[in-house]
């Protein structure tokens, strides 16, 4: 039977375990990226877990997140970065360089290879014929020191493009398509993979806008085929030694093919505050708009950036409009200075943004009050623009330019005024890497660490009993920017205990002080929430300052993927409701009990785990499941991963 690309890639890396949808699989891991928002964390558990140099054939760590530098604590953060990288051997890329997943892409993606990345748009590289995964940073950790990454075996779904995108409809309006279909929930264990008679239609940096945004979806990557238009690229970027090509089989079998007609498509936006919630933008045509962001690793390719800047070319922004703009990278933004596109953007009144995430985390540009906020990103989560009550549509930069010349949103086919830009993907980039420091034999480097840098957090191993109470009940669809918010708190990132005060801040901000009371009084925190909680981000600190304040279970509807693995990864129970109508059985402040969970996982075996919860308050008993490898259950025993890997190097 012939294979999928998928199959092919994950044979190839396989060392553990059988690829059959729903089994536990273990895999080699080629390349890491991490990011500085993530990699202070990754960096200080690969020193804490005793490992003496990057072991993979490439590690780089990128500085794109925290680049506002609003005190001291990111440029220490960075210097860190700096000074770890060299001494264990990683690449660095110098703040300034570029938004990882745009870099990674455009210097060091392969097709074939396995990327693992503490972000959870690094699925991006699927847009080059990689196996691209978020995850979280200790699991990156784990493979920059050469160990194997542990997930569970993906169903395949092909996505089969067909035909071609009419002007003003552009891949940000296919993605925003398959997440009409597929939602934001209910896709964990899938890849998408992109086939079909229109995928050569797409050059690569219109595939990676796709397998970018694909993390919307909850899956666990998303790629396309290596061909024609992926060694267009490479030699573009003069690495087309590095090419090599990867088809599906023409009889590879999938669990389920979906398909999206691109000459019918027409241009979409998210509306607030969910990247499920499609609407066509001619029915918003004449909505004002207070502000408009060009950039994000979703669409800040040289092809986007030239599109905005013809669009804007001899005209002024609205004069009720703030346009900020973002070049994905120093490549990009090279060649758009050179060209003389930046001035055409700079003369029509854009604000130039640094090449890094800014806008996108909420770092920067928040929103005024009630304002709505266009912006070619990738998530318009209630709040992530650091303001609350902001309107942010996710929209092409087609759409996103538009509006900003006209203050209200314009359906792009019903107007005339402005003909589409015909942009197409450069013969050749600039290829400059002189922003990466590469390693050197050198390794006896000081490594810096500012104050606000402390040791990673250890958890004690899963006690005996769990016996606390309901600490937080959350609804459904609860964010990783829900939980651990980013925009001004991100500068603790490296700082447990200081970070920790803020779990849930725009929930409850209660939270934090309670849990801690009930940590220091021996009482176990419980999360209780709905379905799909934990989408989003791969961001560990979600499952890591909970656990420092003492939450020892999070009981779900429904968790999704990385969040899931942290939560095992830090020694989180991640329980799910064997009736998820149960969840109405449990109020917050309930006392709650699991008596001999220790010894109920220490003899449990198969793959799925049972436990009885009771609740004292309402005099009732709930029945959890979570399905579990038996790698997961000595995780959990261990209380989290750290303690594992030091228990067995002994
Ligand atoms: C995001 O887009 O939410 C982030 C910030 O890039 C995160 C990583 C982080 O929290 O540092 C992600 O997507 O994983
Ligand atoms: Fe950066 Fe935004 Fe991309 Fe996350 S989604 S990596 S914050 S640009």
Not at 258 to 267: I, K, N
Request: charged share 20%; net charge negative.
């Amino acid at each position: 039977m012939g294979k999928t690309i998928t199959e092919k890639i994950l044979s190839e890396h396989l060392v553990e375990g059988t690829l059959q949808a729903g089994e536990p699989i273990a895999l080699r891991i080629d390349q890491t990226l991490t990011q500085d928002a993530t990699g202070t964390m990754a960096f200080l558990q690969f020193e804490a877990m005793g490992l003496d140099e990057t072991k993979n054939e490439l590690a780089v760590s990128y500085v794109d997140h925290n680049t506002v530098q609003v005190g001291f604590e990111n440029a220490d953060d960075h210097e860190y970065l700096r000074t770890v990288a060299a001494r264990y051997k990683a690449v660095y890329s110098r703040p300034g360089n570029g938004i990882c997943h745009q870099l990674h892409l455009e210097r060091f993606g392969i097709p074939g290879k396995t990327l693992l990345g503490s972000d959870s748009h690094t699925p991006t590289g699927g847009g080059i014929g990689m196996i691209a995964i978020g995850a979280g940073g200790i699991d990156v950790a784990v493979a920059m020191g050469g160990g194997p990454f542990y997930m569970t075996a993906p169903k395949v779904v092909q996505i089969r493009l067909e035909g071609e995108l009419r002007p003003w409809v552009s891949a940000k309006d296919v993605i925003l398509k398959v997440l009409s279909i597929f939602g934001t929930k209910g896709n964990v264990g899938t890849v998408f993979e992109y086939g079909g008679p229109g995928v050569k239609t797409l050059d690569v940096p219109q595939r990676a806008t796709i397998t970018n945004m694909g993390a919307e979806c909850g899956v666990t990557t998303s790629v396309f085929p290596s061909d024609e238009q992926t060694y267009a690229f490479m030699q573009a970027q003069n690495r087309g030694g590095d090419y090599r090509e990867l088809l599906a089989d023409e009889d590879a079998q999938y669990d389920q093919v979906v398909t999206v007609s691109l000459s019918e498509l027409e241009p979409l936006a998210a509306a607030p505050h969910s990247p499920g919630n499609i609407v066509p933008v001619r029915e918003l045509a004449g909505m004002k708009v207070d502000q408009v962001c060009i950039g994000s690793c979703t669409n800040s390719s040289y092809t986007d950036l030239r599109i905005t800047a013809e669009v804007l070319s001899g005209r002024t922004v609205s004069p009720e409009v703030s346009l900020g703009v973002a070049q994905g990278s120093r490549q990009v933004m090279l060649m758009m200075a050179k060209e003389g596109h930046l001035a055409s953007m700079i003369q029509a009144g854009a604000r130039i943004l640094e090449s890094a995430c800014g806008f996108c985390i909420g770092n920067h540009l928040s929103p005024g009050n009630n304002a709505v906020s266009l912006r070619t990103s990738n998530r318009n989560f209630e709040g992530r623009s650091g303001t609350k009550d902001a309107q942010v549509y996710l929209v092409s930069p087609e759409t996103a330019s538009l509006a900003a010349l006209h203050g209200k949103f314009v359906d792009p086919l019903a107007q005339q005024e402005t003909a589409c830009p015909e942009v197409s993907m450069p013969e050749t980039f600039i290829t400059d890497d002189s922003m990466f420091l590469f390693p050197s034999e050198n390794t006896n480097v000081e490594i810096k660490r500012g104050p606000n840098i402390g040791d990673p957090p250890v958890n004690e191993p899963l006690p005996a009993d769990l016996i606390g109470e309901a600490a937080i009940k959350v609804g459904e669809k609860i964010t990783t920017d829900h939980i651990m918010p980013a925009g001004q708190r991100l500068k603790y990132r490296s700082n447990i205990p200081a970070y920790a005060e803020y779990v849930f801040e725009h929930v409850d901000g209660t939270f934090s002080a309670r849990a801690g009371k009930n940590r220091d009084a021996g009482v176990h925190n419980f999360i209780i929430a709905g379905d799909s909680y934990g989408q989003g981000s791969s961001r560990e600190h979600a499952a890591l300052c909970p656990m420092y304040l003492g939450v020892k279970a999070v009981i779900a509807q429904s968790i999704e993927r990385i969040h899931m693995a942290n939560l095992f990864n830090f020694g989180i129970l991640p329980l799910l409701f064997e009736h998820p109508e149960d969840y109405h059985r449990i109020d917050q402040g309930d006392a709650l009990e699991i008596r001999g969970v220790r010894r109920e996982l220490a003899d449990a075996e198969g793959s799925d785990l049972k436990l009885k919860l009771v609740n004292r308050t309402k005099g009732s008993e709930i029945p959890l499941t979570v399905p579990v490898s038996a790698r997961q259950r000595k995780l959990l025993l261990a209380g989290g991963l750290l303690n594992f890997t030091r228990e067995q190097q002994g």
